[in-house]
């Protein structure tokens, strides 16, 4: 891989699309274990005030705060030396790995609408999601990630309701396999999701000297919500 050329396009873009980053065979491994935590009859974990408003028809999984599953899959992809080596590219030295996350959405869910993961006020500090795909996106499975090109530059995502459309959105259905990196900054989405699950895994990472929690405050088009305290902090937009 010519990691200089990648980084290069992350930085303009603020997004990395890589396919058939990851063997085929660890892409099943983890699948398995999502299939078995999630029983295809998951529960939702947000309160419902933070469902209502932000629409985000996600359900998170820890796998490693999870008694009852030994993790060991994903502590391969984690450990993945290319995409180690590619982060290191990316965000510099002494970069920080956080807790893995799986992101399950039920068939004919809403999928998420339009955020930042975190407030870009302060333009160095910033979380990159490093999402792998365990399955196909397609057609089928719906939920297609939306990302505007270069709007981690652009500051804060403008208030509106969800679901707003932007000059310079991509559409994009990653495969089996694949990588997709996402600038924390970077306004994005995902679309409904069709007659079948779907499910992401992202490793989220901070460059050095971020703090860990950079991710606890989220910006949507209509409300900035804290997660640790369960509060909207901020109503950009009425209903």
Same mark, same amino acid.
């Given at each position: 891989?010519?990691?200089?050329?990648?980084?290069?396009?992350?930085?303009?873009?603020?997004? #990395?699309?890589?396919?058939?980053?990851?063997?085929?065979?660890?892409?099943?491994?983890?699948?398995?274990?999502?299939?078995?935590?999630?029983?295809?009859?998951?529960?939702?974990?947000?309160?419902?005030?933070?469902?209502?408003?932000?629409?985000?028809?996600?359900?998170?999984?820890?796998?490693?705060?999870?008694?009852?599953?030994?993790?060991?899959?994903?502590?391969?992809?984690?450990?993945?030396?290319?995409?180690?080596?590619?982060?290191?590219?990316?965000?510099?030295?002494?970069?920080?790995?956080?807790?893995?996350?799986?992101?399950?959405?039920?068939?004919?869910?809403?999928?998420?609408?339009?955020?930042?993961?975190?407030?870009?006020?302060?333009?160095?500090?910033?979380?990159?999601?490093?999402?792998?795909?365990?399955?196909?996106?397609?057609?089928?499975?719906?939920?297609?990630?939306?990302?505007?090109?270069?709007?981690?530059?652009?500051?804060?995502?403008?208030?509106?309701?969800?679901?707003?459309?932007?000059?310079?959105?991509?559409?994009?259905?990653?495969?089996?396999?694949?990588?997709? #990196?996402?600038?924390?900054?970077?306004?994005?989405?995902?679309?409904?999701?069709?007659?079948?699950?779907?499910?992401?895994?992202?490793?989220?990472?901070?460059?050095?000297?971020?703090?860990?929690?950079?991710?606890?405050?989220?910006?949507?088009?209509?409300?900035?919500?804290?997660?640790?305290?369960?509060?909207?902090?901020?109503?950009?937009?009425?209903?």
């Amino acid at each position: 891989m010519d990691y200089q050329k990648l980084k290069q396009e992350f930085w303009d873009k603020g997004y #990395l699309y890589l396919e058939n980053f990851f063997e085929q065979a660890a892409m099943d491994e983890c699948h398995i274990e999502i299939q078995k935590h999630f029983n295809m009859n998951p529960d939702y974990q947000h309160d419902q005030e933070f469902l209502t408003r932000s629409e985000a028809d996600v359900i998170p999984w820890f796998p490693s705060k999870d008694k009852s599953s030994d993790g060991k899959a994903f502590d391969k992809l984690n450990q993945n030396a290319a995409l180690d080596e590619l982060t290191q590219y990316l965000l510099g030295d002494d970069w920080r790995s956080l807790e893995c996350m799986v992101m399950f959405s039920n068939p004919e869910s809403k999928g998420q609408p339009w955020h930042q993961d975190c407030p870009p006020e302060q333009t160095e500090n910033f979380n990159l999601n490093r999402l792998i795909y365990t399955s196909d996106i397609n057609e089928k499975t719906g939920g297609q990630t939306l990302v505007v090109e270069g709007s981690h530059k652009m500051g804060l995502l403008p208030a509106s309701q969800n679901n707003q459309t932007f000059e310079n959105e991509v559409c994009l259905s990653p495969t089996k396999g694949s990588l997709l #990196l996402i600038h924390g900054h970077a306004w994005h989405r995902v679309l409904p999701v069709g007659t079948v699950f779907r499910v992401s895994t992202n490793f989220r990472c901070v460059p050095k000297n971020t703090p860990d929690n950079v991710t606890d405050i989220c910006v949507y088009a209509d409300m900035r919500y804290q997660f640790s305290t369960k509060q909207v902090l901020e109503t950009r937009c009425e209903f």
